[in-house]
């Protein structure tokens, strides 16, 4: 990658006319008069501030190399090179951070790698200028290059509820990060395990640190639940993924009532949400009277043909033995039980 500080904004903590900021970042290094050229003046003590020489890059970048070529590579004797100096960067030219640093330098040229830093402001901090005569600084050119990023995308993503797999819409794909899944109302949490294509990115599942190989287990309230599944590379921003897991609502039965007439009628076994099958034997019915309870008061309700609310009583004709179906679908997610009720 090239140098991502050729021809752009320069300023400096202060310049000696006509060596500008600019002549320092113009991609020439072996004009001596191509150069910036700083004279900072000692305070009362005998100190010398620092000075400083900043490039706006014009965005954000990850950078981890940076170049001083000094007035040695001009033909100047190494005595006016910079002897301790900082690498810094800054996002909004307020806050500042050191990236790295030189001291005792004698070379002609710094040309270092390190850790990568996102920056858009990129300064050299000068704290003692050259070796000849400290209060001044001077740089022939000064060049930075963007570090190359590390993936941040995931390589795999799966999601388990109750043990069992539970399928995406649309199937996973590294470069797509929306997905929709829907789950019965039995599934209480999910479990999600998500692989980094780089094995070094950090994951978080809903904020949660997740190591890589591991999961994370997320609960789910009925109706809609946002997972999000967050991939910061190495170097490189941090890409979201996101899986709206829907939960259907209550598909069961809370109870139900058997009465002829306004005489109550048993069956059996004893109910139980679980349970689908019951009977009831009794003699001389022509009809029953069925009431059925649901978990959601919402869910919809049909017996024997016949669609009712929760507690509202459905009368049927009834003759010999006769299976009265009674199915309850879900408010959300449109999940449907069915149970047999056969009157004898």
Known sequence: ???????KTATASGYVAPFT?????????TDPRNRWLCSTAPTPSGSVPPSWLCVDLGANYWVNRWVVKQMGLTGWSPSFNMVDYKFQGSLDDLTWFDIDSVTNN???????????RKARYVRVYVTKGLLTNTPFSSIAEFEVYEAPPTPNTLSALT???????VST?????STTTSYTASVTYDVA???????ATDQNAVMKVNGNPVPRGGNATVPLNVGSNAVTVVVTPTIGDPQTYTITVTRASSQYLSGFTLKSGRNPVNYTPTFDKNTTQYTSTSSGLTSITITPTTEDPAAVINVGGTTVSSGQPVT????????IPITVTSNIGSVTKKYDLTVN
Not at 169 to 173: D, E, G, Q, S, V
Not at 316 to 323: E, R
Request: contains cysteine; glycine residues 10%; aromatic residues 2%.
């Open 1 to 7: 990658m090239g140098n991502i500080a050729l021809n």
């Open 316 to 323: 049927l004709t009834v003759s010999g033995s006769t299976v």
């Open 169 to 173: 819409t649309p199937a996973f794909a």
């Open 159 to 165: 999601i388990t509820g109750n043990g069992a797999a």
């Open 21 to 29: 900021p600019a002549k320092a970042v113009d991609g020439s290094a």
């Open 189 to 195: 949490s999910v479990v999600v395990s998500p692989t």
């Open 106 to 116: 004698s070379a002609n040229q710094t040309d270092r790698t390190c850790p990568a």
